[in-house]
């Protein structure tokens, strides 16, 4: 029923943006917490950012002030525009519902296959 779909993942030197986004089927945004979650090589799944309306945003740490995690409820998509991108930012990064960076993964109902992000240095 619930269906993430990622897009916008590729290849971007250090210092460049990328822009991924989060096609979304199933749920409403209104009833759940939405976000991304990231994989690096080697490393345990981490989260990155929320969003929800009872929350508002949130983020880790490590990309507080590079990156904006956004909706569009009217398009069902989320985004999360990655700027000044290093190369610790480098894996595959998912689409999540239920999102909850303190929880970590267990907090996540569902995920997205996954859009690989590399960034060379």
């Known amino acids: 029923e619930v269906q993430l779909v990622e897009s916008g993942g590729g290849l971007v030197q250090a210092g460049g943006s990328l822009r991924l986004s989060c096609a979304a089927s199933?749920?409403?945004?209104?009833?759940?917490?939405i976000g991304w979650f990231r994989q690096a090589p080697g490393k345990e799944r981490e989260g990155v950012s929320c969003i929800s309306t009872r929350d508002g945003v949130t983020y880790a740490g490590s990309v507080k002030g590079r990156f904006t995690i956004s909706s569009d409820k009217s398009k069902n998509t989320m985004y999360l525009q990655m700027n000044s991108l290093k190369s610790e930012d480098t894996g595959v990064y998912y689409c999540?519902?239920?999102?909850?960076?303190?929880?970590?993964?267990?907090?996540?109902?569902?995920w997205g296959r996954g859009t690989q992000v590399t960034v060379s240095s």
């Open positions: 999540v519902v239920s999102c909850h960076l303190r929880q970590g993964v267990r907090g996540s109902r569902h």
């Open positions: 199933g749920f409403s945004f209104d009833d759940y917490s």
